[in-house]
């Protein structure tokens, strides 16, 4: 399978089990909700995909607790099959399965609480807790990072949090960072289902390690025997994200990775399954400048989803994971490899060995396997997206509106340049900096202010009133109907040349905040104007977080007008967001503004008017700490800058 950046992939395969290694124990257990016993007895039930906690196998199994809804006549208990969930007593229709809309409707969970602590020990600081579809879940973000004097914030990737823009964790759009020695606390309803992952937006911070899965149980598309651990797959080398990132902006050359990890592991990690059994398994790309292509020798894989949506199960020709149900034998082993795609890797001169784990089929955990002797499947390793998902619940798009005459589309027209930016001296910034490599979507790079996030000052969200701001603006949103807004975004080579800079061939993953990217076109080849705008696909497309653009290409995507806030899309590479590759779509201005200027609460629920108050007293303690900082680099006549990228 072809994963590029930061794509979320499910899997079912025959005979596979976790490499995760031990886990941090600096975070706390979850905390379900009060909720007052009924007289029928509905108890809590352990879903299908619950796991253990890795690091203790005396740990209990989380449990879903739907007992608040039985007075509007659900029967919260344990689903028959993985697609179903929650069954109503009497109305088939509204049952909640793997068929629900949930952007129309979502059940009622528990509250569950999470503790995480970002200091200089951990690398991966939290394992990925669990919660279940509907559940309200409050993580408080601890930030411990006092000896390096960093700042933090934590983005959950993919989820859209609706109506609660204040809880995306992008600094200088959402919130101010969380100085050391503070917290911050992240409420939001998992609305979606499936598995994720959490990483830091703070600069080039999860680069280094600071990112893990989350879980929210839910149906799934297809029956399997046992759920697996997710798989982290990443890029990594010994030195700080920050030097690389120097590199890159004085580049060539440009910086390089060294190794291949699985869930924090190199080679070898070991995996031990039983014949005969159905896998299921998420893997995750988290690499900071690799896409890779991740297969089990002699085995296929049947996906049933990606990116928290639920889609129909089909089989690569990428992944060969799980063949038919057939017996192997006791003792076989077989390579996991994982290739870094052709193109679009950060390894150079050459990229490691693929083999970075062994599937081993045995009765006894405790034995040692053997070295396999297996062969690679036959499949490409070049760069490219998956085009085959169909999603369970299928969504149709309007045709894109056509303006006047009818020669021009009404749509949002980008593309991908590179072009030198002199980081000029500025006492918030310490020192002085020469020219150096930004990227940009439109006119201009994007440039946050940790001060003086883009939600607190909505009115001047415009590329000419704020300089470096990068905005697009939603259309207008309609609660009777759905708004589509589309977007072209063209790669590193065209006919028609859209906007200033220079092309720079490269892939690009395109992740977008708060919203699912409707995928309708994606093609390999140059941009040719308005013809290409033929032959999108209307019917049941696509839907991502994350959508990899062709070097030579272009995309064509849609999202609604539906979620009030300034909302992040950017490219995945690390040293391309830092390099400014990033936008933020305006969305909902009335409603975000009542939210932020809390003020006037009528309207606003208790955890809006908390996240309000945070919001500001985080920007007061941030700005207090961050001046302090740069009072100290300049008396220490540093010729460290105080920050020198995006800040994304």
Not at 224 to 236: Q, R
Not at 297 to 321: K, M, S, W
Not at 553 to 558: E, Q, S
């Amino acid at each position: 399978m072809l994963l590029s950046n930061y794509f979320v992939t499910i899997i079912n395969f025959f005979g596979l089990q976790s490499p995760l290694g031990p886990v941090p124990d600096d975070v706390s257990l979850p905390i379900e909700g009060h909720v007052k016993p009924h007289p029928q007895k509905f108890e809590p039930w352990v879903p299908p995909g619950a796991l253990k906690d890795p690091g203790d196998p005396d740990s209990e199994l989380i449990r879903c607790d739907y007992r608040a809804m039985v007075k509007d006549g659900y029967l919260p208990s344990r689903p028959q099959g993985n697609d179903g969930w929650i069954p109503h007593k009497d109305d088939p229709n509204l049952h909640f399965n793997i068929s629900t809309d949930y952007d129309a409707r979502t059940p009622v969970g528990v509250t569950r609480e999470y503790h995480m602590t970002v200091n200089e020990s951990h690398a991966q600081v939290w394992d990925g807790r669990q919660a279940c579809w509907g559940d309200e879940l409050r993580i408080t973000v601890h930030n411990n990072l006092t000896e390096v004097k960093n700042g933090t914030a934590i983005h959950l990737h993919g989820f859209k949090l609706m109506n609660s823009n204040l809880v995306d964790g992008v600094p200088g759009m959402t919130q101010c960072p969380i100085a050391p020695g503070e917290n911050y606390t992240y409420i939001f309803t998992a609305q979606q289902y499936g598995t994720s992952w959490y990483h830091s937006h703070y600069s080039l911070q999860y680069a280094d390690g600071l990112l893990g899965p989350i879980t929210i149980h839910g149906p799934t598309s297809a029956e399997y025997d046992e759920p697996l651990y997710p798989l982290i797959l990443n890029d990594y080398n010994q030195r700080s994200s920050f030097l690389d990132y120097y590199i890159e902006q004085h580049g060539p050359p440009w910086p390089n990775q060294e190794s291949i990890l699985i869930n924090d592991h190199g080679r070898c990690n070991e995996a031990v399954a039983d014949t005969g059994k159905k896998y299921s398994v998420v893997l995750v790309n988290a690499a900071t400048d690799t896409t890779f292509v991740f297969s089990i020798d002699g085995h296929n894989v049947t996906v049933i989803g990606t990116d928290l949506v639920a889609v129909e199960p089909f089989e690569t020709n990428n992944v060969r994971l799980g063949n038919a149900r057939e017996d192997v034998p006791e003792g076989s082993s077989f390579w996991i490899r994982t290739y870094p795609a052709d193109g679009c890797n950060g390894f150079r001169p050459r990229a490691p060995d693929a083999r970075q784990g062994i599937l081993w089929y045995s009765s006894d955990k405790n034995s040692v396997p053997s070295v396999p002797e297996t062969n690679p499947s036959n499949y490409t390793i070049m760069c490219g997206d998956m085009v085959h998902y169909k999603p369970v619940v299928p969504w149709t798009v309007p045709s894109i509106p056509q303006i006047g005459d009818g020669s021009v589309f009404d749509i949002i027209e980008t593309t991908i340049s590179v072009w030198p930016w002199n980081l000029t001296k500025d006492t918030k910034f310490a020192t002085d900096a020469p020219n150096v490599w930004s990227w940009k979507f439109l006119k201009d790079h994007a440039w946050v202010d940790y001060k003086q996030p883009s939600v607190g000052h909505v009115d001047q969200l415009d590329p000419d009133a704020w300089d470096h701001s990068a905005v697009i603006n939603s259309k207008q949103m309609k609660e009777d109907e759905d708004v589509w807004n589309y977007m072209l975004i063209v790669g590193g080579r065209a006919e028609k040349q859209i906007g200033g800079g220079l092309l720079a061939p490269a892939y690009h993953p395109i992740h977008i905040h708060g919203h699912d990217l409707v995928v309708l076109k994606n093609s390999s080849k140059p941009y040719e104007g308005y013809a290409s705008l033929n032959e999108l696909q209307l019917e049941n497309p696509m839907r991502r977080d994350t959508v990899l653009l062709p070097n030579s290409g272009y995309l064509v995507v849609a999202w609604k007008s539906d979620n009030p806030g300034a909302w992040a899309m950017h490219c995945h590479i690390a040293w391309h967001a830092s390099g400014g590759l990033a936008l933020q779509i305006v969305e909902g201005r009335d409603k975000l503004k009542q939210q932020v200027n809390y003020q006037n609460t009528a309207g606003l629920s208790a955890n809006e008017v908390f996240l309000a108050r945070q919001y500001e007293n985080t920007c007061a303690t941030w700005s207090t700490w961050q001046d302090k900082r740069i009072e100290e680099l300049n008396n220490e006549h540093s010729t460290e800058r105080f920050r020198d990228d995006s800040g994304l």
